[in-house]
């Protein structure tokens, strides 16, 4: 194979002739960069022979500025591209005169018989005015502070300012004559590709476009950028100007100034939802202003919870429907370390299934149908304080699993999102089941129990309660006189000792029923019992005699607060008698059906709950429909 040292320009090559006279300076270089031969032009202006040129490389011929881009801009954009296009140099001639010149060159890959060759041809045209002007730009842009670069019109850099490369951390050999995108970002490329860059190249305008760059250190810059066309007398574009403004710190700040407005704005919405849910819990606890009582039973009960409440245990709440666990709880949660913090209640048998972790552990936006935005679960809404789970038995078994995860790890990840949240919770459950029977039956993780009743407390029920009964009774009555817009009403002895005899199946909520009721039907003047209690027909008598006396006292103008029937009262057997045939009655009135509209709840006005647990405790069933009316089983 021929080698470029074995090429040298022949006489015999017809074209040589032409060559050598033909009217421009033109000289063509091997492929290491050595003078092959020149035009006549060329050896006339320069003043040299030929032999004295041949061999030689053009930086020879160049003042030392020239030479060094010679060096450092040309051959490494002619390497890259194959071509140069009106590039500035300055050449000297044997006597040390400067010559302003434009240059272009080309290389061509010459195929001859045997092998081939790679020669440059390099024209030099010149134009002392138009290099000056072309040699004081090329000065201005590489000075100038902004980031400037140029590409022609396939997109390979042909220059760059220095501002440009220090900010990429680039030397000008390293960039010159290499595609503009190789300096991009995939996701810049990607918006690049498809003929894209060709596009914008033919359009020859861009005006604050942003593109992400890659630094020489694999650093992201982001940046905006906007450019402007050069254009041949065809009007096609032969390279761009471009400007690079780096945005990278505004666009940070813009974008941590729009996370701190969306941070504030869930914050807002978090308060605003503890506010209300303290709201409506505020509301719901003043239906309980303190523990009223002193009964052994109760002192018993404060006494542990007086035990646990400076600890952080978990305590379970024992006892019937309606002995008030939920101000147990309160109670518990006041006379803690948490008490600044947030007690949130939980009705677990409230929850259907599927909105089960929701409810808990919160939900993203789109996390399921419906979830149009964020929502924080109750375990997060408690952070710091005391969640209430009331009824805890009522939970499905197969997602007890799922409280039994917070409870051991204090963790849990909102439904929808894979970020854990870590949760600092105490937990205070209560139920009227007896989950150790369900634990035996499999229907309660023996896991959860045992983390539920660290401490477990018994609330007693009303009627193992004494006196507590009576006090209980004289404090609802006065609130609801207060409630209503009454005047104080006082209980009657008889009264009272009707309350200790009833064994109050429905417990605390059972009484404040029943003397709201009463104070209701008494219409703020009396308190009709006779009419709010069911079974405890005695009192009708009492209560007659005492409308008696205060008629008789409106007649003689006296006040009539101390009249007292005299009557007998019925003993507890023949209360329960009287309880069991009013229970049986009305059972019958509303055909057996307890709860709902015409039930036998309504027709009592007590809670559906509290008289399915009486008709439980004396075991009354529906009797067959061949039987006769009123039996039972």
């Not at 417990?507 to 009419?531: F, H, M, P, W, Y």
């Amino acid at each position: 194979m021929m080698t470029d040292s074995d090429k040298p320009c022949p006489e015999a090559d017809p074209y040589l002739w032409v060559f050598r006279r033909i009217p421009a300076m033109v000289l063509v270089f091997d492929a290491e960069g050595r003078v092959q031969d020149a035009s006549d032009s060329w050896l006339a202006r320069m003043i040299y022979a030929r032999d004295e040129v041949v061999g030689r490389r053009p930086e020879d011929f160049a003042t030392a500025e020239s030479a060094r881009r010679v060096q450092e801009e040309y051959a490494p954009l002619l390497r890259r591209t194959g071509r140069l296009e009106a590039v500035p140099i300055e050449l000297q001639t044997r006597q040390g005169e400067v010559v302003d010149c434009v240059t272009s060159a080309v290389v061509e890959h010459t195929v001859v018989e045997g092998g081939g060759y790679l020669r440059t041809v390099a024209v030099y045209t010149e134009s002392s005015v138009q290099a000056h002007i072309e040699r004081h730009y090329r000065d201005l842009y590489r000075a100038t502070p902004a980031m400037l670069y140029t590409v022609d019109a396939e997109g390979r850099i042909v220059l760059c300012s220095d501002r440009w490369l220090s900010k990429m951390g680039y030397r000008r050999e390293e960039v010159l004559g290499r595609y503009i995108s190789e300096f991009m970002s995939s996701s810049s490329q990607e918006a690049l590709s498809g003929g894209r860059l060709q596009r914008i190249i033919s359009t020859g305008e861009l005006d604050n476009e942003p593109r992400e760059m890659i630094s020489r250190d694999g650093q992201s810059m982001e940046v905006l950028i906007s450019a402007h066309a050069e254009r041949d007398a065809q009007g096609r574009v032969t390279r761009m100007l471009v400007a690079m403004k780096d945005v990278t710190e505004r666009n940070r700040a813009e974008r941590a100034l729009r996370e701190a407005f969306e941070e504030n704005a869930r914050l807002r919405e978090q308060l605003e939802r503890e506010r209300d849910y303290l709201r409506e819990e505020v509301n719901v606890s003043m239906n309980f202003s303190q523990i009223v009582g002193e009964s052994p039973a109760l002192r018993k009960m404060l006494a542990r919870i007086e035990a646990v409440a400076e600890t952080s245990a978990n305590v379970l709440l024992l006892g019937e429907s309606g002995v008030g666990k939920e101000l147990v709880a309160r109670a518990i949660h006041a006379q803690s370390p948490r008490a600044a913090q947030p007690l949130v209640k939980v009705n677990c048998a409230a929850v259907p299934r599927e909105l089960f972790e929701s409810e808990f552990f919160g939900h993203v936006k789109g996390a399921f149908t419906g979830a149009t935005k964020d929502r924080i679960g109750r375990f997060q809404l408690a952070d710091g304080g005391t969640l209430f789970l009331d009824e805890v038995g009522e939970i499905p078994p197969e997602l007890q699993s799922k409280l039994l995860r917070v409870l051991q790890e204090k963790e849990f990840e909102p439904v929808g999102s894979d970020r854990t949240r870590t949760v600092d919770v105490r937990v205070v459950a209560a139920t009227n089941r007896d989950l150790e029977e369900m634990v035996e039956a499999g229907t309660f993780r023996d896991d959860l129990y045992y983390r539920l009743t660290v401490f477990p407390i018994e609330v007693p029920p009303l009627r193992e309660r004494g006196d507590d009964v009576v006090q209980l009774a004289a404090h609802f009555l006065e609130r609801a006189c207060k409630d209503f817009g009454y005047p104080p009403i006082a209980l009657a002895k008889g009264q009272a000792d009707a309350l200790r005899a009833y064994d109050w199946p429905g417990n605390v909520r059972e009484l404040q029923s029943v003397i709201e009721r009463a104070v209701i039907l008494g219409k703020g003047e009396v308190t009709r019992l006779d009419l709010a209690l069911p079974g405890v027909s005695v009192l009708r008598a009492q209560q007659g005699a005492l409308e008696a006396g205060r008629r008789s006292a409106g007649e003689s103008g006296k006040a009539a607060t101390s009249v007292v029937p005299e009557s007998g009262f019925l003993t507890e057997e023949e209360f329960r008698v009287r309880e069991r045939e009013n229970l049986l009655a009305v059972l019958e009135a509303a055909d057996w059906r307890v709860s709902g509209a015409g039930g036998a709840a309504e027709l009592l006005g007590v809670p559906s709950t509290t008289l399915a647990d009486r008709i439980r405790r004396m075991g009354l069933r529906r009797p067959p429909r061949d039987a006769a009316p009123g039996a039972m089983r």
